[in-house]
């Protein structure tokens, strides 16, 4: 099989607060001007790199505020995060888990550092991809999905090289629980120092790596350090992995939207005209209503 080659491996862009919980890197699309098609179905990447949150009374976070359009996912590495929103839906996410909001229609939400974690503090790691909705679906009722650590679809690598958490696609016959759209694959890997393992995915899927902890070497070539971004070209299915120290890579490969994209603040459309009834449904509360 033909290798997919590195395109680059990028390192963490400068951090940025979301609210006063969130302390993030955006890889893409701004942290390093991407064509807002390059990732896609995968339209935006923050990543909270490790840090140590004091503890606290009063929970930090980020308040009430909409989304149409798309899709956000929330996956925990450190910490807890707990979620509210106008349709009812809400849940904590602890290590390992991940909340899928499909915003569809339009949605208000809040998410926040969960009570419990804040008082203690501790360390917190988090990512969130926002994933865009085919012109299609972009007005589908809103849903939440709370997928837990266990749930995930397991792939054991022998000889207790580690394993690979399913999130959403299918990894050698072990599917993942969430529901998606469009094609996505989207997975954890945990590799064990000087352990290895292959990859395959499509050609013409939009394919990137981020390293959540430890280094690896990609196809033998390129060394990818913790916190570091590998893009990838649409070229080859197969990806080698090697751990140089105990690590933790989250796979992001998906089928591109190929449709226009007007994108402004909290909303994801095909039109500059389904941006404005976005902004005017607002106004009008059509998108519930959820208490600060």
Request: proline share 7%; hydrophobic share 35%; charged share 20%.
């Amino acid at each position: 099989m033909a290798t997919k080659t590195i395109q680059e491996i990028l390192p963490p862009p400068p951090p940025h607060m979301v609210g006063d919980g969130f302390r993030v890197h955006n890889f893409f699309p701004g942290g390093y001007d991407m064509d807002q098609k390059r990732m896609s179905p995968f339209f935006l990447l923050d990543y909270n790199s490790k840090i140590d949150f004091s503890a606290r009374e009063t929970p930090r976070g980020v308040g009430v505020h909409p989304h149409r359009g798309f899709e956000t996912v929330t996956i925990a590495y450190k910490g807890k995060v707990a979620h509210h929103d106008s349709y009812g839906h809400s849940g904590v996410i602890g290590e390992g888990d991940v909340q899928w909001m499909t915003a569809g229609s339009g949605v208000l939400h809040k998410e926040y550092h969960d009570e419990t974690y804040s008082k203690e503090g501790g360390p917190f790691q988090m990512v969130q991809l926002w994933v865009n909705l085919p012109a299609k679906d972009k007005m589908t009722e809103p849903k939440y999905q709370a997928i837990t650590a266990m749930q995930m679809g397991k792939y054991e690598i022998l000889d207790a090289g580690g394993g690979v958490d399913v999130i959403a696609g299918e990894f050698n016959s072990v599917k993942g629980p969430a529901t998606t759209f469009s094609p996505i694959e989207v997975y954890n890997i945990r590799l064990k120092k000087n352990k290895s393992i292959t990859l395959n995915l499509p050609e013409n899927y939009n394919t990137a790596l981020l390293v959540i902890e430890g280094e690896v070497q990609v196809n033998g070539s390129g060394t990818a350090p913790a916190d570091n971004f590998v893009l990838f070209n649409n070229d080859g299915t197969e990806i080698s992995l090697s751990a140089s120290d105990d690590s933790i890579i989250l796979v992001l490969s998906g089928l591109p939207i190929d449709e226009p994209i007007a994108a402004y603040g909290p909303f994801l459309m095909n039109t500059h005209e389904e941006l404005q009834q976005a902004y005017d449904d607002l106004r009008k509360g059509k998108f519930g209503q959820l208490e600060d």
